[in-house]
């Protein structure tokens, strides 16, 4: 099993930056991919960023130039530097942990942007 908790959500005006983080404890594969997707109300979950163990990295197209994803020295931690909010970008935050076909959920965060 393998357990994610977030951290770094809240509430910012648009133009502003956040930072997420997310660690993985548990049973930790050597290979795997970690990054962050989003819902908003009434919205399906949504991809938006990506990164392998490798580093290489995939983006949502609405969040390219905005928002970086990278991984901690221990490959355990994933985080999404957001910049350039805007209030679409409302939404509770998941990290995600994917190893083979297993999917692995944080329990989200809130980011809120205000106009």
């Known amino acids: 099993q393998v357990q994610l908790v977030e951290s770094g959500g809240g509430l910012v005006q648009a133009g502003g930056s956040l930072r997420l983080s997310c660690a993985a404890s548990?049973?930790?594969?050597?290979?795997?991919?970690m990054g962050w997707y989003r819902q908003a109300p009434g919205k399906q979950r949504e991809l938006v960023a990506v990164?392998?163990?490798?580093?290489?990295?995939d983006y949502a197209d609405s969040v390219k130039g905005r928002f970086t994803i990278s991984r901690g020295n221990t490959k355990n931690t994933v985080y999404l530097q957001m910049n350039s909010l805007k209030p679409e970008d409302t939404a509770v935050y998941y990290c995600?942990?994917?190893?083979?076909?297993?999917?692995?959920w944080g329990q989200g965060t809130q980011v809120t942007v205000s106009s």
């Open positions: 548990g049973t930790i594969f050597s290979i795997n991919e």
């Open positions: 995600w942990y994917g190893v083979g076909v297993r999917n692995y």
């Open positions: 990164i392998t163990r490798g580093g290489s990295t």
